[in-house]
C-alpha cells in the first residue's frame, strides 16, 4: 500500500482552487530516508537531514550530536537486516523518528527512537545504551522494547499488559514511540499476507488509536484510521476516495468562498488571523456520508482560524457570529472546558444562503500545534520549568500526563486484580465520547458519556465518595444513579458519618473505572454478614464429612443422568465422591482421599482441604478423569434485584446447553440476591463459557463455583 493511496490531504492532483487547500501536518511526506555508509565524526550523516530540518523548525537551537550518534549506532548494528518490504532495516527507525520530528518531539525522543529496536533485534544492551547516551535515552528504549513484547489482543495476559502499560505510563514518551513505530509499519503492511494485515488492523483500531486519540496525537491517529479503513473496508474505502477526488476536481469550491469572506470580516476588524482549509481524512468523509447522505462541498473540510492570542479566539468568534450567519447549536467553547486528551479550540459554524453550512475551528498557534501533536508537543516532561512559568501550588507538575493517563496510573494502582484491570481499560478505551460537567464552585469533571452521579462522586472525592447520600444536578434534587448530560452542574451531598458505606447498587450505576474499583475493594474489605459466617463455616468444615451436591439423586421428576464425570480410582471396590468444597470437573488437575466407609472423597489439588488432609496424616489416593466429559457442577451466582432477572439467567444457562437439576434463590437482602444451581453439563470444556454467560446478564455481578454444598 503506497503512503499516497492513504493521503487524504493529497488524493489527486490539484489545481484552481482546490491548491488553496492546506494539509494538516503531513506525516506521509518522507516515510523513507536515503542511505549512505559510515558517517564521519565531525559532520551530520545525509540520511537524517531530513529528520534534522524537521527538528530545527520545532527547536532551532537543539544539541544534534546525540542524534549523530545514535544514527551511527542503529545503522551499524542493523547493517544487513533487512525489512519484508525488501529495504534496508534501518529506513524503519529512521522513518519512525521523521514521524516524530515532524510532530516537535524533542531530543531525548528522538535519540530513542533511532535506538528502539537495537536491544530488540540487534547485540547492543540496555548498560551500552545507558552508557553512551545516558539514563533517560537508557528508559525510553528499554520502555518500548517492552512494549514490543505486549500482546494487545483478546489473548493479552492481563497482567503483562498491566505491568507493560504503567511501567511506559509514567513516560509518555515512551508510548509516543509506540505510535510511531506502528504507524510506520502500518504504512508498509502491504508485504505481509491479508489475514495478518487485518489481525493487526484490528488491534490498532481496537487498542491503539484509542490509546493516540487520549493522549491527543490527533496526527497519528488520523492517519492510522485511514489505514485501518482500507484494510478492514475497502470497498467503502475505495468509495470514499472518489467522492474526495472527485470533488478536488470541481471548479468551485464552496468552502474557499466562505474562508474568503471570513478573512475579509477578520481584516475589517483588525483581528491578525491565518484561515485555512483543513480537509477531512478519509473516516471524517466516510461518517459524515453516513450521517447526512449526499455530500456537498463544505462536507469536505473545516475552516482552521490561526491567531495568536487567546483572547483573539473570542475576538474571532464575536466578529463572525456578527457578521455572518451562526449555527448557534453547533457552538462549543472548548478552550475554557479542555477536552480529557489537553484539546483546545473554539468550534462555531456559519451557514450560507444557499444551506451549506461550514464548520469552523478557532484556536492559537500553540493550540493548534498541541491539536495535532498532543503530548509529543510538549516536550521533556523531567525538564525543569523556568522559573517564571514554574506550577503553582496544587498544579500538575508534569504537562504530558492529560487527565486520562493521570486517571489510569491512579486506578490500575486500585484495581485488586490483572483481570480487573484489563476488563475497565477495555472499557475505558471504547468510551469515545466525553462530558464535561461543572462544580458549583466553578469546577469541571471530565467524564465518560453515560456517566451518572456516582461517578462523578467517585472522580471528585476518590474513595471518600463512599459517605455521599445524594446530588443536585443543575439545582435539582437526583438520585445517585441520574445520567449526566454534557454542560450539567452537579453539586455532591456528602453525609457527616465517618463510618458511612456505599450501597451495593452503586455498582450498577458506576460507569468509570474509579468508581468501580473503589466500590468494589471496599465491598470485598466488608463482607455482609452472611458472607462471614459462610467463610467461617466453609474453613471449619471437616471435610471428610462434605457431601458432593454434584453426586446427590436428581430431584424427583428430573432426568437421572450419571451424575458425574467419569473418575478412575487406584482402590478397588470403592466408592467415588466429589468434595462439595471445590467441585472439582474436568479437566481440573484431581487429587483423592480415602474417608470413612470404603469412600475416595475427589478434590481439585489446589483446594485448602488437600493441605489439611495431608497435615492430618491422610494418604493421597491416585484418581484421574476417564473419557465421559459430562459432568454436573454448582454455581453461584449474586445480583441485584431487577424485574425478569430469573428468567434472563435461566434463559443464558439453557442456550449454553446447562440442564438445570436444582436451584435455590434466597430472599433478597439489602437489594442483593444469591442465587445457586446445580447444573448438567454435556460437556465440563463449557464451563468458563456458560459462566462468563452468566455473568453478562444484566444485574449479576459475580458468578462462581461452589465451596460449600448447596441446594
Known amino acids: 500500500m503506497s503512503a499516497e493511496a492513504t493521503n487524504p490531504a493529497t488524493p489527486g492532483p490539484m489545481t484552481g482552487p482546490a491548491a488553496r487547500w492546506r494539509a494538516r501536518i503531513d506525516l506521509r511526506r518522507l516515510g523513507r530516508a536515503a542511505l549512505l555508509g559510515p558517517a564521519t565524526r565531525d559532520r551530520l550523516p545525509s540520511a537524517i ?3 534534522v530540518d524537521a527538528h530545527r523548525a520545532h527547536y532551532p537551537s537543539a544539541d544534534l550530536e546525540p542524534l549523530r550518534r545514535a544514527y551511527v549506532l542503529a545503522e551499524s ?8 518490504s525488501g529495504e534496508p532495516y534501518i529506513t524503519h527507525p529512521l522513518a519512525v523518528t521523521l514521524i516524530l520530528a515532524e510532530l516537535g518531539a524533542e531530543t531525548t525522543t528522538l535519540t530513542a527512537s533511532l535506538l528502539h529496536d537495537t536491544v530488540e533485534d540487534t547485540d547492543v544492551t540496555l548498560d551500552q545504551v ?3 547516551f545516558g539514563s533517560e535515552v537508557r528508559y525510553l528504549v528499554d520502555g518500548v522494547t517492552k512494549l514490543e513484547k505486549v500482546d494487545y489482543g483478546a489473548a493479552a495476559e492481563p497482567e503483562t499488559f498491566r505491568k507493560m502499560l504503567v511501567a511506559t ?17 502500518m504504512r508498509t503492511l502491504g508485504v505481509m499476507r491479508p489475514e495478518k494485515q487485518a489481525r493487526i488492523a484490528k488491534v490498532t483500531r481496537d487498542v491503539l488509536i484509542p490509546l493516540a486519540e487520549r493522549l491527543g496525537v490527533q496526527a497519528l491517529k488520523t492517519e492510522l484510521e485511514d489505514l485501518v479503513f482500507a484494510i478492514l473496508h475497502p470497498e467503502e474505502y475505495e468509495h470514499t476516495r472518489e467522492l474526495i477526488v472527485d470533488n478536488a476536481s470541481r471548479a468551485d469550491d464552496p468552502l474557499a468562498e466562505i474562508a474568503d469572506e471570513v478573512r475579509s470580516v477578520l481584516r475589517e476588524a ?21 450521517k447526512r447522505g449526499q455530500l456537498r462541498g463544505c462536507d469536505f473540510g473545516r475552516l482552521l482560524v490561526l491567531v495568536n492570542e487567546d483572547a483573539d479566539c473570542y475576538g474571532v468568534l464575536g466578529e463572525l457570529h456578527t457578521c455572518m450567519t451562526p449555527v448557534v447549536s453547533e457552538f462549543k467553547d472548548f478552550i475554557a472546558v479542555p477536552k480529557f486528551n489537553l484539546y483546545q479550540s473554539l468550534h462555531t459554524a456559519v451557514a450560507r444562503a444557499d444551506g451549506q453550512v461550514a464548520e469552523v475551528l478557532i484556536r492559537t498557534h500553540q493550540m493548534h500545534k498541541v491539536a495535532e501533536a498532543g503530548v509529543v508537543a510538549l516536550g521533556n516532561p523531567y525538564a525543569p520549568p523556568p522559573e517564571e512559568n514554574a506550577p503553582a501550588d496544587g498544579e500538575r507538575v508534569d504537562p504530558t500526563r492529560p ?16 483481570d480487573t484491570f484489563w476488563s475497565t481499560l477495555r472499557e475505558d478505551l471504547a468510551q469515545d465520547r466525553e462530558i464535561t460537567v461543572f462544580r458549583p464552585d466553578g469546577g469541571t469533571l471530565g467524564l465518560p458519556e453515560g456517566a451518572t452521579c456516582v461517578d462523578a462522586a467517585y472522580a471528585q472525592y476518590g474513595e471518600d465518595a463512599h459517605a455521599c447520600i445524594g446530588a443536585r444536578v443543575n439545582g435539582r434534587l437526583a438520585t445517585l444513579s441520574t445520567v449526566l448530560r454534557d454542560g450539567d452542574t452537579v453539586q455532591l451531598l456528602m453525609g457527616q458519618d465517618p463510618a458511612s458505606e456505599p450501597s451495593r447498587e452503586w455498582l450498577e450505576h458506576a460507569h468509570t473505572p474509579a468508581a468501580r474499583i473503589a466500590i468494589q475493594r471496599w465491598l470485598a474489605a466488608h463482607p455482609t454478614h452472611e458472607e462471614a459466617q459462610e467463610a467461617a463455616q466453609e474453613r471449619a468444615q471437616e471435610t471428610d464429612e462434605e457431601p458432593s451436591v454434584a453426586l446427590r439423586p436428581a430431584a424427583e421428576g428430573l432426568n437421572s443422568r450419571p451424575t458425574t464425570a467419569d473418575i478412575t480410582v487406584d482402590q478397588p471396590g470403592a466408592t467415588v465422591r466429589l468434595a462439595g468444597c471445590c467441585t472439582p470437573v474436568p479437566p481440573d488437575e484431581v487429587t483423592g482421599f480415602a474417608v470413612r466407609g470404603g469412600v475416595v472423597t475427589v478434590h481439585r489439588v489446589e483446594c485448602a482441604a488437600v493441605e489439611r488432609m495431608k497435615s492430618g496424616g491422610r494418604a493421597e489416593v491416585d484418581v484421574r478423569w476417564g473419557d465421559t466429559t459430562e459432568c454436573r457442577v454448582t454455581l453461584l451466582a449474586e445480583s441485584f434485584v431487577r424485574p425478569h432477572l430469573l428468567a434472563d439467567l435461566t434463559e443464558a444457562m439453557a442456550l449454553e446447553g446447562a440442564e438445570i437439576v436444582s436451584a435455590t434463590v434466597e430472599p433478597p437482602t439489602q437489594q442483593r440476591v444469591r442465587h445457586t444451581y446445580t447444573l448438567q453439563l454435556p460437556d465440563a470444556a463449557h464451563l468458563p463459557a456458560l459462566m462468563r454467560a452468566m455473568r453478562n446478564v444484566p444485574g449479576v455481578y459475580d458468578v462462581s463455583r461452589a465451596q460449600t454444598p448447596g441446594g
Open 270 to 290: 483588525d483581528i491578525p488571523a491565518e484561515v485555512v482549509i483543513r480537509p477531512r481524512h478519509f473516516v471524517s468523509v466516510h461518517r459524515v456520508a453516513r
Open 77 to 84: 548494528s542493523h547493517r544487513g537486516q533487512m525489512r519484508k
Open 169 to 185: 505510563g509514567s513516560d509518555v514518551r515512551v508510548m509516543s514511540i509506540k505510535l510511531a513505530d506502528r504507524l510506520h509499519n
Open 403 to 418: 487527565g486520562w493517563l493521570s486517571r489510569l496510573l491512579d486506578w490500575q494502582e486500585a484495581a485488586p486484580d490483572p
Open 130 to 132: 545507558g552508557e553512551e
Open 49 to 51: 537531514s531530513h529528520v
